[in-house]
């Protein structure tokens, strides 16, 4: 597995982009059909990519909100892309979309 490092420019400058992982899984996601994705072994950063705004949880099943959740447990959205430092301890992340979705998951060392 790859670590995560920026594009840089001939210069050196920082680019807007990141390496392509040699490490990438995807999931086909029915709608509000929950999923769990085991976490490979030495992965510290996920990016992930879906084709419809899912939500994803690190280490619990993820859900989508149908009332106000206020204590800190609840499934954080992702519109279109993000990258996240996989938290310590987490093994799985649940995912969760209320519609058909396909996430691609993109893991770095």
Wanted: with cysteine.
């Amino acid at each position: 597995m790859k670590r995560l490092t920026a594009v840089l420019d001939p210069n050196g400058n920082p680019m807007n982009g990141i390496n392509v992982s040699d490490n990438v899984d995807a999931m086909v996601l029915g709608v509000a059909t929950a999923e769990v994705y085991t976490i490979p072994t030495g992965a510290k950063i996920v990016r992930l990519t879906g084709t419809t705004p899912f939500y994803v949880n690190f280490g619990a099943a993820a859900a989508v909100p149908a009332a106000e959740v206020a204590d800190g447990s609840a499934s954080i959205l992702v519109l279109t892309e993000k990258t996240f430092s996989i938290p310590s301890g987490a093994t799985t992340i649940g995912f969760i979309s209320p519609a058909a979705s396909v996430v691609t998951i993109e893991c770095f060392s």
